[in-house]
Structure formats: structure tokens, C-alpha cells
């Protein structure tokens, strides 16, 4: 009897702070769906989300970590700071990564994984996928001026979002034959816009990445956009209704998702 093989499924899990949180509802959905994941990519929460469940976390043990942990302590500036190059000096981030990953590299996933970074010298995108995870995910959650770029292999680098905020043609390029994107900027807003410095500061990186966005996406085979309300990158409160609105988005594409997998 002659093997029906499927086609190789990639998932592209975008930037965008707290509202990443969503990405593990999204994953729920395809786990109780039994649709398989065999690449993941992913920017900024999106590395930090795709590389724990890489390395093996389940869905369950991303919940409780989600809601068990005191964001403020690994987010605060009084017990991570910086004197130079970003507020946050990220060792709390790091070592937040470290203590869940346990000193895997790229090469120890179950789901061969990628973070994305970007080259602040030159602007390009940087495909992490050598050696331990937790520095290149702490890199490529480098959102500017508030956390300090990492060095590696000689390079400057940071949030992965300012480049590729939804990784598709990356996950495309690790053999992927369908590629399900996992925009977190498709739903741009502010109702209660209040222009302060750091208003117009933190508005104007999303509005660029909203756009980039939309241009990564245009190319994925089933997008997922996220509608998990406004918040600032830090406010990892609600973190319940954020991996619910993963789930509900993911519910309302899996009929397409399906079709193109058969």
C-alpha cells in the first residue's frame, strides 16, 4: 500500500507582548484538533512561547506558568536595571527562560524551532537556531530602549518583531508546507490615547509593526489574527482571557486549516 504522506505543517508565532499569551490557546486548539506542528519560528513572545513548547513544555504546564508568575518581578526596572543601552538589563528574562528550559539548545527540540532576532547594526533578520535557547529567545524579545541588546557571535541584537513580527517565510524555509500565521497586530487601536513620551514612544513601534505585520502575513497559507484587546507589552494580567482569545481565533480557521491539510 503506497504511504499517504501529509504535508509538513509550520507555525509562525508573531511579536507583541502580553497579548502573546493568546499563541498558547492557539496551540491548545490544534493539540485537541490532533493537527501536528512540525516547525516553529517565532518573534519576541512569540520565541519565548514557541521555544517552550519546542523544548517540550505542554499547553497545561504554559497556563500554569502563565498564571502563576509575578510578571512585575521579572518586568521591574528596580530589580533588573540597565545603565546603559535599555531600562531592563533582561538577566531577570533570561534567567526566567532558563528556569523552564533548563539549559536546552536549538538542537534538543522536540519541533525544530527558530527565534528571530534583528541585527541592530545592519537591520537585518537574525535566524537563531544554534546552541542554548534561553539567549537567543532573551534576544529576541530585545524590545529597544526598554530592554538592552544581547551580543551574540559578535552581533548586536534585538526584538525580532522590527523585522519579521510574524515569521512566515522563515518557517516556510525550515520545510514547511503550510504555514499557519499567528498575527498579534492585526487589531490595531488606542480609544484612551494619552499622548505622554512613552505613549508616543510605544504607539509609534506598534503602528510600524502593525503594517510589517500585515506584510508578513500576506504570504501565510491560513492566517490567525488575535484579538486580545489593548495592553502595553508588561501587562500580563488576564492572562486567562488572552489564551482564550488564542483559542477562539484558531476555532474559526480550522475548517480552512483542515481543508488544505486534506
Not at 125 to 138: E, H, N, T
Request: hydrophobic share 45%.
Amino acid at each position: 500500500m503506497t504511504e499517504i504522506k501529509r504535508p509538513k505543517i509550520g507555525l509562525a508565532l508573531g511579536s507583541g507582548g502580553a497579548r502573546g499569551l493568546a499563541h498558547i490557546g492557539v496551540i491548545k486548539v490544534l493539540e485537541e484538533n490532533n493537527i501536528p506542528i512540525d516547525f516553529i519560528a517565532g518573534s519576541s513572545i512569540g520565541a519565548m512561547v514557541g521555544g517552550f513548547y519546542a523544548s517540550g513544555l505542554t499547553t497545561r504546564e504554559m497556563e500554569e506558568i502563565t498564571l502563576s508568575t509575578d510578571w512585575h518581578r521579572v518586568f521591574s526596572v528596580l530589580s533588573d536595571p540597565s545603565l546603559r543601552n535599555g531600562l531592563l538589563g533582561g538577566e531577570k528574562v533570561k534567567a526566567f527562560i532558563e528556569s523552564y528550559i533548563d539549559g536546552k539548545k536549538f538542537e534538543d527540540c522536540k519541533i525544530p524551532f527558530v527565534a528571530v532576532a534583528t541585527d541592530l547594526k545592519t537591520g537585518e533578520i537574525k535566524v537563531l537556531d544554534k546552541g542554548k535557547m534561553a539567549p537567543s529567545i532573551r534576544a529576541s524579545m530585545s524590545i529597544p530602549i526598554i530592554f538592552k541588546p544581547v551580543e551574540i557571535d559578535g552581533k548586536t541584537l534585538a526584538d525580532g518583531g522590527l523585522s519579521a513580527p510574524v515569521p512566515v517565510e522563515i518557517v516556510r524555509n525550515m520545510g514547511a508546507d503550510i504555514v499557519i500565521a499567528v498575527n498579534l497586530d492585526k487589531h490595531y487601536f488606542d480609544e484612551k490615547w494619552n499622548p505622554g513620551w512613552f505613549d508616543i514612544a510605544n504607539d509609534s513601534l506598534n503602528i510600524l509593526r502593525h503594517h510589517l505585520a500585515l506584510l508578513n502575513t500576506a504570504t501565510a497559507d491560513v492566517a490567525i489574527e488575535i484579538d486580545a484587546g489593548k495592553s502595553y507589552w508588561y501587562q500580563f494580567v488576564n492572562g486567562q482571557n488572552k489564551i482564550l482569545a488564542g483559542e477562539k481565533a484558531m476555532k474559526q480557521m480550522l475548517l480552512k486549516l483542515k481543508e488544505l491539510i486534506h
